[in-house]
């Protein structure tokens, strides 16, 4: 039962998501065709989007007659997707005759027209933007790259064609390639967590320059930043390798070298690292190793839930983790301070908490410097 409301939950985020971009108005052509091959994923896609639109009043951008066939529309995305749609009406009664009420216990919108009109603003747009031969498939079971990006502050998920998912975090760029082998993804920079779909005859495998880090079914934080790259495995075991090439599996298995505490492990294409639940390790350019065998998993992920834990964490390091989020960038223009210990929990979008937090203190003094710019000296 847990496993249906997560999964429900991530349907109506997703939805949420799609109806917003609609409504502002700003979906690209890329978009368009990742939002039809989202609503041909499924009914509860469909429905949980047509609910969105609702919440939106998307209903004022669209034939107002509202003359519309559900059965029709979905027969047009059944013929383009070459397999059966389950009409919605099989799902839910929409003339308003049975319960108010999902399963889920949401009020139920349960009259005919509005729920047609949000199909035409959704669904047969998107489709009518994707042509015919082309919609059955998904960007990424393609082997050309698809490239996701977040900007400054924002996060996203992707729900990719094997059920996996991946959670990008702020100023994060990954390609996705699904080969007939391999399910590859390229981090190009920024941070990500990446909840795989067990499936072990096609490794999942994720590439920082030549670092790859392969997994068969489990839940890892990857975090590339200049100088370094950082693993930490949330659920299973990810095999850590350097100077791995493209075309080889690893059977990290029978070679791989098991990850202790501050370990300094000569690690090859043929010879990984396997890192298991709990666990982290640090690869830094100039070929160094750091390895902790027991970290703080909640820490680590808070990002996802758009906080930032400190436990005694020096306040340049803390800086550093805000201006990773935010167009207010914060100078530390003093010594003592920049060594001085930080504990707490703090929102991502929010660095006047710090900044208040430092002058309550007493042993900072803050000043505006321009108009996205703030510097800490010495009280």
């Known amino acids: 039962m ?3 409301k997560q999964s429900n939950s991530l349907i109506i985020e997703q939805a949420s998501y799609w109806a917003v971009l609609l409504d502002d108005g700003e979906l690209s052509e890329k978009d368009r065709r990742e939002l039809t091959h989202w609503l ?18 998307l209903m004022s951008d669209v034939d107002q007659s509202k003359k519309l066939s559900v059965d029709k529309l979905l027969a047009q995305v059944e013929s383009a997707a070459g397999s059966k749609v389950t009409p919605i009406t099989q ?27 949000c199909l035409l603003a959704g669904a047969i747009f998107a489709y009518q933007m994707l042509p015919v031969e ?53 981090l190009h920079q920024g ?25 068969l079914g489990t839940e890892f934080n990857v975090r590339s930043e200049p100088g370094s790259v950082a693993l930490t495995v949330l659920t299973g075991e990810v095999a850590l390798a350097r100077e791995a090439k ?7 298995r029978s070679t791989g070298i098991k990850l202790t505490d501050f370990t300094a492990p000569d690690l090859t294409k043929d010879r990984p690292l ?18 902790e065998a027991s970290v703080d998993v909640a820490r680590e992920t808070s990002w996802k839930s758009r906080e930032m834990i400190f436990r005694n964490d ?4 803390v800086v550093r983790e805000f201006n990773r989020y935010n167009a207010l960038q914060v100078t530390i223009a003093s010594a003592d301070l920049s060594g001085m210990s930080v504990t707490g929990v703090f929102e991502t979008n929010d660095p006047m908490s710090l900044l208040n937090f430092l002058e309550s203190s007493g042993k900072a003094r803050i000043e505006k410097t321009d108009i996205n710019k703030v510097t800490v000296y010495d009280r």
């Not at 499924?42 to 919440?55: D, M, N, S, T």
């Not at 493209?246 to 990290?252: A, D």
């Not at 396997?274 to 390895?291: C, F």
Request: net charge negative; charged share 20%.
């Open 191 to 215: 941070e990500a967590i990446f909840k795989v779909a067990h499936n072990p005859q096609k490794p999942f495998r994720v590439w920082v320059n030549d670092t790859m880090f392969q997994a």
């Open 246 to 252: 493209k075309e080889q599996l690893i059977p990290f």
């Open 91 to 117: 799902h839910q009664n929409l003339t308003g005759n049975n319960s108010d009420h999902e399963s889920s216990g949401r009020p139920r919108k349960t009259r005919w027209l509005p729920v047609a009109a």
């Open 314 to 317: 020096r306040l340049d390091d």
């Open 134 to 186: 082309n919609a059955g498939e998904t960007p990424v079971a393609q082997n050309q790259p698809v490239q996701y990006k977040t900007s400054l502050g924002e996060q996203r998920s992707i729900t990719l064609e094997d059920g996996s998912i991946i959670y990008l975090n702020t100023l994060t760029a990954v390609d996705i390639n699904y080969t007939q082998k391999y399910r590859n993804i390229v």
């Open 2 to 4: 847990n496993m249906v």
């Open 274 to 291: 396997l890192v298991t639940v709990g666990q982290k390790a640090v690869l830094q350019d100039n070929g160094n190793i750091h390895t």
């Open 40 to 57: 041909l994923m499924g009914p509860a896609h469909v429905e949980e989007f047509i609910h969105a639109c609702v919440l939106l009043d």
